[in-house]
């Protein structure tokens, strides 16, 4: 044989995944013909039965000890369930035994599953954890609020759950879209699905509010204020979102949008102060400049940017 068998060795991983060079291929072929030895090593090599009973067993063992991890993560979540199972039944049976009844036990129990959705729900449930932790803890926080107005007797139910509700979503939206089952139906659209959710609670929550203390004083000024901040805040999400230009344009444009929003809110507030007046007349003092004149910073800033655009993409058009 012309060629060592320790050289040809060395050769055959390359020639298995050809990535060697022409000279070196000819080498092996050659080589193969001749030596039985390095053939059979070569035909061991090319056997994808070993390959494929690795791969096997490397499932076996990361399914066994998935099944490990979650019977250790229910177990872990029994234990601790019976431990807050504790108090609950303290209280209850204190609650009757002086007399008062099924009353403030329920508020204990509500304050407990708050608990309990952030520390037993991950534990028990087996996917999509986060999506049923945060909505569980929702929930559970909804409950809470629920029990003590009805105990409260009070009338501040929909005002502490919408505003509540608006807080969670501005916390817990980001991270949701980004999870399943949120993530398989909102796919590409995260950022519109996230200003959705902020604006239908935010919406929600001034109109809870609104009938707390009457909508007939309420909507105009809330209306007025509420209505260019939100437009202010799909401006500048459009703004950063969908359009192709710079940074320095973009910042600019969102500069533009708020300073106009900005003395819109401020003319619309003035209005409504003096339509709720009973004089009809409004003392405070208008904005209206200083935003116009924020606007207009804000468009000598696009402007610059567009400038800016303009020129580095001709310079690019003459390099090529």
Known sequence: MKYNCDLISDLLPLYKDDICSEASKKIVEEHLTECPACKKIFADMSDVT?????????????????????????????????????????????????????????????????AASLIIVPLMVPENKMFTTMASFTASVLLLLGIICIYTRGSWFLVAASSTLFGLTMLFAPFIVYRRPVNDYVKKYKGLAIMCAYTITFVFMMFCIGLFVGLKAFAPMAFAIAMPLVGMGWAIFAIVRYLRFNACAKTGLCITAVGILSGVLSQLANMSAAATSNTGVSYSTSSLPLMLSIGGVGILIAGIGFLYGMFKGGKKNVNK
């Open 50 to 114: 070993i390959d494929e009973k690795i791969v096997k067993e490397k499932n076996e063992v990361i399914k066994t000890q998935a099944k490990l991890f979650k019977r250790k993560s229910v177990f872990a979540g029994s234990i601790i369930a019976l431990i807050f199972s504790i108090p609950i039944l303290v209280c209850l049976i204190v609650n009757l035994a002086t007399g008062h009844g099924l009353t403030w036990f329920f508020i204990v129990l509500a304050g407990i599953l708050v």
